[in-house]
């Protein structure tokens, strides 16, 4: 019932992110051709993003074609026409997706596992969809906690910014059956894969030796550590 710029669905894997975000995809082409037809704009535009073409088709369009049975016809460009709407599509991961799009006015955009994007080409999407009442539609898989998607957007909480996030642990997708969560739990290493993987969090996983160091049980800081120092001594 809000307005927004931005929604990232981001969690652990498993977790219906990218579904949901692919029946969001349709139903934000449909509103951008009432507003292309309220504006009288023949052809909107709007950004489909993934990590690859290959990631998009595989992520993205078959599970719309097992779906609900949707064909896509793709032009050279590898562009395709959907309820009346351009959809440009481009691979995210390398610097160079940016020429795919570079210079349009897009109404909205579609990024699918945002948190392999290069920065610069997601910047580059944000820019783009400045038509009027755009969105941009985001999911990913947590990454480090220095990430710009995380740093940058899933924290920022200015209003201004427009910017809805949503993060989803493995048990609150109700459609998979119990066998498969308490084996994947099981199966899943503690630490750094465990929280990642099934509680969703973004976590580092570089430099830390011990699979169950925790960030806030095993580290103690400069204050702490002096007066234990004190009481040795005194």
């Known amino acids: 019932k809000r307005d927004w710029f931005m929604l990232i669905n981001h969690g652990a894997k498993r977790t219906g992110k990218t579904i949901l975000n692919n029946d969001l995809f349709i139903n934000e082409l449909i509103r951008v051709r009432k507003v292309a037809d309220k504006e009288g704009i023949e052809t909107p535009q709007y950004i489909l993003a993934g990590a690859t073409l290959g ?3 595989k992520n993205v369009l078959v ?3 097992n779906k609900y049975g949707i064909e896509f016809k793709f ?3 590898n562009s395709f026409m959907m309820f009346g709407v351009q959809v440009v599509q481009t691979g995210h991961s390398k610097v160079s997706g940016i020429g ?3 210079g349009m006015t897009s109404f909205g955009a579609y990024i699918n596992e945002a948190s392999l994007a290069h920065e610069e080409v997601f910047d580059e999407i944000k820019s783009r969809c400045s ?3 755009a969105r941009i539609l985001v999911d990913t898989n947590p990454d480090h906690p220095e990430h710009f998607l995380l740093k940058d957007y899933i ?5 201004k910014a427009g910017i809805l996030s949503y993060q989803f642990k493995l048990d609150d997708n109700t459609f998979l059956n119990d066998r498969y969560k308490d084996s994947i739990k099981a199966n899943t290493p503690s630490g750094m894969f465990y929280q990642r993987n099934i509680e969703g969090q973004w976590v580092s996983g570089d430099g830390v030796v011990y699979a169950d160091f925790d960030l ?7 204050e702490e550590l002096e007066k234990i ?3 040795k001594y005194f």
């Open 100 to 102: 795919s799009i570079r």
């Open 131 to 133: 038509g009027t009442g």
């Open 216 to 222: 806030n049980e095993n580290v103690i800081s400069r």
């Open 55 to 57: 990631t998009i088709q």
């Open 229 to 231: 120092q004190m009481k």
């Open 155 to 159: 924290d920022n909480k200015d209003p």
């Open 75 to 77: 032009d050279k460009y």
């Open 63 to 65: 599970e719309l074609t």
